[in-house]
């Protein structure tokens, strides 16, 4: 074992020291739709404290041990905000423009095409973020996982109640049978 590979898991033991709930930091920053790791978000965290730290003490002219705690504070606060605002704006935007999926979803079905082929006809049509969602669906669907998972597996990166919704009438629907395009319809016109 060489000394990169046992520097390894011990920076993995620092992490989970303190980050303890790491899986629900990595799903906030999944709901971004950025490619931000765990890593990228300490470092963003622990670079934001330093400059604010130093900002403090030779700009400022504030007392180290009040520039320390100030430092802590910025450098928790600032990235953990601009992740949620990342998020919120991203979760706007989508419920913004699933109507329109749901409409292309169900002109799809009344034109004969499967569920899968409407979703992918989202996945072509729309622009981000909901055009790049039912790409990852229609994606994971083509690579052996069911309908019904992807799109499970796609409501902690979405977290909208319209979406879980969405995910919910097409389980539903797949068990139960009954007019999918015209359940879509209606939820479209809702929202």
């Known amino acids: 074992v060489s000394q990169k590979d046992s520097a390894l898991p011990s920076i993995d033991k620092i992490l989970k020291r303190v980050l303890p709930r790491r899986e629900m930091l990595r ?78 979803i169900v002109r799809g079905l009344r034109s004969g095409l499967p569920v899968i082929e409407s979703i992918m006809t989202v996945a072509r049509e729309m622009p981000k973020p909901v055009g790049t969602e039912f790409q990852t669906i229609s994606d994971s669907v083509r690579f052996g996982q069911t309908l019904e998972d992807a799109l499970w597996d796609a409501v902690p990166r979405i977290d909208t109640p319209e979406f879980k919704f969405f995910v919910v009438s097409i389980a539903v629907q797949r068990e139960t049978g009954g007019n999918l395009a015209e359940t879509l319809e209606n939820l479209s016109e809702v929202l």
């Open 27 to 104: 799903r906030r920053l999944r709901r971004t739709g950025r490619s931000i790791s765990v890593g990228q978000y300490v470092f963003a965290c622990f670079g934001t404290g330093l400059i604010s730290g130093f900002a403090q003490v030779f700009l400022f002219d504030v007392a180290v041990p009040v520039a320390v705690l100030g430092a802590i504070a910025s450098g928790i606060a600032l990235p953990h905000g601009f992740v949620g605002y990342l998020g919120r704006r991203r979760q706007k935007k989508f419920t913004a423009q699933f109507p329109e999926g749901i409409d292309l």
